[in-house]
T-cell receptor, first 113, second 115 residues
Framework: GQNIDQPTEMTATEGAIVQINCTYQTSGFNGLFWYQQHAGEAPTFLSY????GLEEKGRFSSFLSRSKGYSYLLLKELQMKDSASYLC??????????????FGKGTHLIIQP | ETGVTQTPRHLVMGMTNKKSLKCEQHLGHNAMYWYKQSAKKPLELMFVYNFKEQTENNSVPSRFSPECPNSSHLFLHLHTLQPEDSALYLC??????????????FGEGSRLTVL
């Protein structure tokens, strides 16, 4: 089966740093994605990891450890507009479909002044 | 603007109605998807089309019927739905994963309420 876990909700302060963790158990693995979704809007792509290590993109970084089935999304210099849900998703090529992703429930991040 | 357009944005229907959701992508992608997003539940993959061919039906009830006439358009036909089918239905598209990450581009979604 497939299982992706991430915290339901987190709170952080404007200007600070926050780390959102994601653990996964899937039959196969061909990449892990992070998406951002503001209320009432479409999810938008943030990052992609397929090899172990850290990928940095501006204020956002994503880390992957395939042996541990673990990833995190690191957000630096938090801004109020970063308040959103952050979705962790895994591509499992053994799932039978083309490239459909399996998503976690999402982490609702609240930024306080 | 993600390049994926969904209509209608909001839909209210009775359990005996028949309606359709439409999705159009302007990105030249070859794969299109339907996802269901319910409160406090993860995004659920419903259907996958690759080069107009359905490659996955994730045990979705037959009251949901997809149609993909070409690589740019995707429909979800709805009939005799149940109140628990009320959710946000998201369409997405992606490019061939052999040449890039295959990230999904999502539309804004169609908010469906079944009375």
């Amino acid at each position: 089966g497939q299982n992706i876990d991430q915290p339901t909700e987190m709170t952080a302060t404007e200007g600070a740093i926050v780390q959102i963790n994601c653990t996964y158990q899937t039959s196969g693995f061909n990449g892990l994605f992070w998406y951002q979704q503001h209320a009432g809007e479409a999810p938008t792509f943030l990052s992609y990891n397929v090899l172990d290590g850290l990928e940095e993109k501006g204020r956002f970084s994503s880390f992957l450890s395939r042996s541990k089935g673990y990833s995190y999304l690191l957000l630096k210099e938090l801004q109020m507009k970063d308040s959103a849900s952050y979705l962790c998703a895994v591509r499992d090529p053994t799932g039978g479909g083309a490239d459909g992703l399996t998503f976690g429930k999402g982490t609702h991040l609240i930024i306080q002044p | 603007e993600t390049g994926v357009t969904q209509t209608p944005r909001h839909l209210v229907m009775g359990m005996t109605n028949k309606k359709s959701l439409k999705c159009e992508q302007h990105l030249g992608h070859n794969a299109m998807y339907w996802y269901k997003q319910s409160a406090k539940k993860p995004l659920e993959l419903m259907f996958v089309y690759n080069f107009k061919e359905q490659t996955e039906n994730n045990s979705v009830p037959s009251r949901f019927s997809p149609e993909c006439p070409n690589s740019s358009h995707l429909f979800l036909h709805l009939h005799t739905l149940q109140p628990e089918d009320s959710a946000l239905y998201l369409c997405a598209s992606s490019q061939d994963t052999s040449v890039n990450t295959g990230e999904l581009f999502f539309g804004e979604g169609s908010r469906l309420t079944v009375l």
